[in-house]
Structure formats: C-alpha cells, structure tokens
T-cell receptor
Framework: ETGVTQSPTHLIKTRGQQVTLRCSSQ?????VSWYQQALGQGPQFIFQ???????GRGNFPPRFSGLQFPNYSSELNVNALELDDSALYLC??????????????FGPGTRLLVL | TQLLEQSPQFLSIQEGENLTVYCNSS?????LQWYRQEPGEGPVLLVT?????EVKKLKRLTFQFGDARKDSSLHITAAQPGDTGLYLC?????????????FGTGTRLTIIP
C-alpha cells in the first residue's frame, strides 16, 4: 500500500476519443510522474510535474497533457486516442525535495483499452 | 527505445533454485533501482544502488551495481513462490532536478512450487 490511488481502474474507449485519468498522490508529495506501460514492457516516462509546473517530458506527442493541483491530485489527458495508446498508465509521487535518490511511490495504474 | 535491457525476459524455475537477472545499458546512471510488480499493481521499490561496485542484500535477494554504473544484477537464493512477479530495473540520471526513471524491459519470473 503506497498511499497513491488512481481512477478509474479500467477504461475502454474508441479511437479518436479523449480520456482523463486521475491520480491522488501521498499528502506532502510535490512531484508526480506519469508512465505508460504497454503489455510485456517496462514503464515509459511520459512527463513529470513539480508544484503544478511541468518538469520534464519523455518522447510522447503533445496530445498527451497533464495537470497537477494544489491538493496533491493530478490528471493525465490524452486526446485523439489511437489503438497503440492501449496500456497501463501509472502515476508515481515523490517528495520533490531533492534529486537523485528520491523514492517514487507508484499507484496501481489505470488500464486503458482503445478499440 | 529501451535504454536498459534485461535478461532473461522470462524465467521459470523450481522452488529452492537460485537465479540471476541482469540489467545492462550502454549509458551511465547515477543510481539504479530494482522494482517488483505484481499483476494489477504498480511497481514496488526493492532497492536503490548508487555507488559503482555496490552490493546490497535484502534477505535472499542480492543486488549489485556494476563498477562503471552501466549494469546491475539481481540474484535470488532459494527462490520461493512468493518471489513470482515482474522484476524491473530502472536507472536515474543526476542531471534532472527530480528524477525521471528509465525502466528496463522487465523479467517475468515464475517460481514453481
């Protein structure tokens, strides 16, 4: 139990639709990172937010966007869904007070299926 | 593109046997983490190694960071069915203020009772 929750747990969408995934970080954690984990693969970094500002982005197109709120919740939005967006989406929170060795606590993920 | 390659990709062994999982990269990382992920859950951190050549032990699990900080290994002694899961290595780089993790391809381990 990491104290990080995500909703919904599962979601089915069709191509071209838009989706919003939600994450609730541990209280006091200023950093949230989002990852995409395709079936049989390791997680791929999408982006990170620190105190409501984007603080690093992976190799994902602009139709992947995010928001972080002062109440330690955050959203991942994906527009114009494609079949290849089907994956487990993970958020991870951390304190955000230092760099290298900070522990990230992962939520259970949202499994998205795009038909 | 995965910068961290794990081997083997799949491993199925009998309870009580020993095993080693490898994580290799051409890039240098400031630290390397190992996670275990169960079905329907997010990855859970097992250990962080920071210094080249560092060895850490967690009960029956032994983690080693390569001297050049490009590779790592996880050795499990006397494997038990509870060790079953997806093992992921993840490298972090020091030039990020808050760390972006680069994950490996994963090793799916099954321990047969």
């Amino acid at each position: 139990e990491t104290g990080v929750t995500q909703s919904p747990t599962h979601l089915i969408k069709t191509r071209g639709q838009q989706v919003t995934l939600r994450c609730s970080s541990q209280s006091g954690h200023n950093t949230v990172s989002w990852y995409q984990q395709a079936l049989g693969q390791g997680p791929q970094f999408i982006f990170q937010y620190y105190r409501e500002e984007e603080n690093g982005r992976g190799n994902f197109p602009p139709r992947f966007s995010g928001l972080q709120f002062p109440n330690y919740s955050s959203e991942l939005n994906v527009n114009a869904l494609e079949l290849d967006d089907s994956a487990l989406y993970l958020c991870a929170s951390s304190l955000g007070t230092s760099g290298v060795q900070e522990t990230q606590y992962f939520g259970p993920g949202t499994r998205l299926l795009v038909l | 593109t995965q910068l961290l390659e794990q081997s083997p990709q799949f491993l199925s062994i009998q309870e009580g046997e020993n095993l080693t999982v490898y994580c290799n990269s051409s890039s240098v990382f400031s630290s390397l983490q190992w996670y275990r992920q169960e079905p329907g859950e997010g990855p859970v951190l097992l250990v962080t190694v920071v210094t080249g050549g560092e060895v850490k032990k967690l009960k029956r699990l032994t983690f080693q960071f390569g001297d050049a900080r490009k590779d790592s290994s996880l050795h499990i002694t006397a494997a038990q069915p509870g060790d079953t899961g997806l093992y992921l290595c993840a490298g972090a780089r020091a030039n990020f203020g808050n760390e972006k993790l680069t994950f490996g391809t994963g090793t799916r381990l099954t321990i047969i009772p």
